[in-house]
Every structure is written in structure tokens, then in C-alpha cells.
């Protein structure tokens, strides 16, 4: 079992930078493939990016291309999500994920964190 959790949520303006890290418990870090989630007030969940487990492969949803990394650092067993050029839209909770499979699918991860919250000002 692996039990996530978030920081690095706050207040930017549009434009601005943040770096979330989400920390994992557990020694089996490296076995799972993690993602980043979003829900904005009154929307849906969405994915954002995801990595497998070695970190050899990224993947991202199309508003973020170009603009966020993930990376993970398995010896620390933390997940990273850098975001740059920040939206108001973008403007929600952010969740890790942990799962078998890298992707946007939410069904492929067991294990979530709590989330942060990130708000961007215009």
C-alpha cells in the first residue's frame, strides 16, 4: 500500500511558477507509475500528467504541453509536477496518483493523495 501526499499548492499570479511534490510512503515506490490530477470547483476531475515507473516516460494532457514536467525521484520516493506560464483557469486541487499503468485513465491508479490546492490570479 502507498500513501501519497501533497504540498507545494498555493498563490501565483498568472504567469507564475509552482512546484508540487507529492511524497510517498511504502518501499514499493518505484513499482507504481504515477499522475497528476486536477479538480477545479464544480468541474470534473482531469488528468494532467503522468510518469512510468522508471521515469522513462511522460505523458501530459494537450492545455499542459510544454508548460509543466513531471519528474519523480525514486530514491526519495516524491513525485514532481513543475508548472510554468500558469493560467487562472488552472486555478484547482491537485491530486497524485499512484497505479500500475502511466495514462489518463483514473481507473489505472489505486492510490491518491489529498491534494493541493493551487490558485492562480489574474
Known amino acids: 500500500q502507498v500513501q501519497l501526499v501533497e504540498s507545494g499548492g498555493g498563490l501565483v499570479q498568472a504567469g507564475g511558477s509552482l512546484r508540487l511534490s507529492c511524497a510517498a510512503s511504502g518501499r514499493t515506490f518505484s513499482s507504481y507509475a504515477m499522475g497528476w490530477f486536477r479538480q477545479a470547483p464544480g468541474k470534473e476531475r482531469e488528468f494532467v500528467a503522468s510518469?512510468?515507473?522508471?521515469?522513462?516516460?511522460?505523458y501530459y494532457a494537450d492545455s499542459v504541453k510544454g508548460r509543466f514536467t513531471i519528474s519523480r525521484d525514486n530514491a526519495k520516493k516524491t513525485v514532481f509536477l513543475q508548472m510554468n506560464s500558469l493560467r487562472p483557469e488552472e486555478t484547482a486541487a491537485y491530486y497524485c496518483?499512484?497505479?500500475?499503468?502511466?495514462?489518463?485513465?483514473?481507473?489505472?491508479?489505486?492510490?491518491w493523495g489529498q491534494g493541493t490546492q493551487v490558485t492562480v490570479s489574474s
Open positions: 510518469i512510468s515507473r522508471s521515469g522513462g516516460s511522460t
Open positions: 496518483a499512484a497505479g500500475q499503468v502511466a495514462g489518463a485513465y483514473e481507473g489505472a491508479y489505486a492510490y
